[in-house]
Structure formats: C-alpha cells, structure tokens
C-alpha cells in the first residue's frame, strides 16, 4: 500500500536554529499538507500546499516557517529559528483531492526536539 | 468558535465489552466529519467520512454514526488489537483543512 515517507523519524536541534523537515508524498497526490501535534494536544493544521504555492496556512504558520516542493518528489517544512515551543510531533500528509471522501494519508511523523 | 470535543479522554474495556466513543462539534457550515485511528509514534490512520446527519458507516467492529451536533464511533466486541487513540476531525465548507479533537484513548485488555 503507497505510504507517506518522513525524515528524519527524531530530531534534536538547539534553539535558534534551523530545521528542514523532509517528506515524500504518495506519487500520484497533489495535495501536500502539514500538521503537527504538541505532546498531550490535538493535532493543528499549519498549512496545505497545491500547484505549487500554498492555498491555505494556519495562524501558527508565521514567519519563520516556510513549505516547498523542490523536485517532483520531496516536500519539505522549514523553521527558520527553532523556539522551545516548536517542539512538537510533524505530520507531513497527502491527498489526491481536498474533499474527498477517504482523507489524507498521513505519514508517521517527524519527532522535533528543541534544546 | 469551531470547537470538536472528544469524550471519554480514555477508555479500558474487557475483550468483548462493547462501547461507544462520542464526538461534539460545533462548526458551521460542516462539509464531512472524519474519524481516524492513531497508534503510538505513528501518524492519523483514516477510518471513516461521514457527511450529513443519518449516516452510517461500517468497518469490522467500528460504526460511525452521525447527527446535527455529535458522531459517536461504536465499537462491538473489540479485541486488544482495536487499542489506539481515535480521533474525530471535522472540515468546514470552502477550506481543506481538518479541525481535530483532542481523541478517545482505547485500551482493550484480554
């Protein structure tokens, strides 16, 4: 069954720096989002991703986050200068559609540590 | 303000000890309610779309029902297997985005 890849599973960073996190969607989907869930919270939205540009970004995702599809294949979430209160699970997750009856498929997540 | 509220926060039940998850929503304009299963260290696993009230959906031991303001995720018979966290999820009109609640942590023992 086609998954959701994410890379690194762990990472730690010291605060202020920045952190790429990496993922590869199912081939065929053209919808790319993120989301992520602080420990013992829900899972938030930050932000979707079609046709190359973002459609729509939560108030979470400011400035210092940035998403990109650099080739045919990765999408990618960066955080410019990491705070202690990004640490949080990432979900990267896909879609062949927005309003689809089935949902996205989720990848198994990004464990980001700030020190 | 959309809210989704998950109740129990966690739930024990015996082998065979049926029993219901509920989901309260207020959102308006609701487009679907979704209900997913998260295992530990691992990412939301689709289950179930419901979209208007009266509606059903089946999956071995899991039904989804759906009302104006709640949907309930019954679980018949569950085995320890079926332990996980279940998440509801709505999606309002005009956006992508899911709202998730906070989910219903499952432990079903022999």
């Known amino acids: 069954e086609p998954e959701v890849t994410q890379t690194p599973s762990h990472q730690v960073t010291q605060m202020g720096q920045e952190v790429i996190l990496r993922c590869v969607p199912i081939?065929?989907?053209?919808?790319f989002y993120w989301y992520r869930q602080i420990l013992g919270q829900k899972v938030e939205f930050l932000v979707s991703f079609y046709n190359n540009e973002i459609s729509e970004k939560s108030e979470i995702f400011d400035d210092q986050f940035s998403v990109e599809r650099p080739d045919g294949s990765n999408f990618t979430l960066k955080i410019r200068s990491t705070k202690l209160e990004d640490s949080a699970m990432y979900f990267c997750?896909?879609?062949?559609?927005?309003?689809?009856?089935?949902?996205?498929?989720f990848g198994s997540g990004t464990r980001l540590t700030v020190v | 303000e959309d809210q989704v509220t998950q109740s129990p926060e966690a739930l024990r039940l015996q082998e065979g000890e049926s029993s219901s998850l509920n989901c309260s929503y207020t959102v308006s304009g609701l487009r679907g309610l979704f209900w997913y299963r998260q295992d530990p260290g691992k990412g939301p696993e689709f289950l179930f779309t419901l979209y208007s009230a009266g509606e059903e959906k089946e999956k071995e031991r899991l039904k989804a029902t759906l009302t104006k303001k709640e949907s309930f995720l019954h679980i018949t018979a569950p085995k320890p297997e079926d332990s996980a966290t279940y998440l509801c999820?709505?999606?309002?009109?005009?956006?992508?985005?899911?709202?998730f609640g906070t989910g219903t942590r499952l432990q079903v023992f022999p």
């Open positions: 999820a709505v999606q309002k009109d005009n956006t992508d985005k899911l709202i």
């Open positions: 081939s065929n989907h053209l919808y």
């Open positions: 997750a896909s879609s062949t559609g927005p309003f689809l009856p089935y949902g996205y498929t």
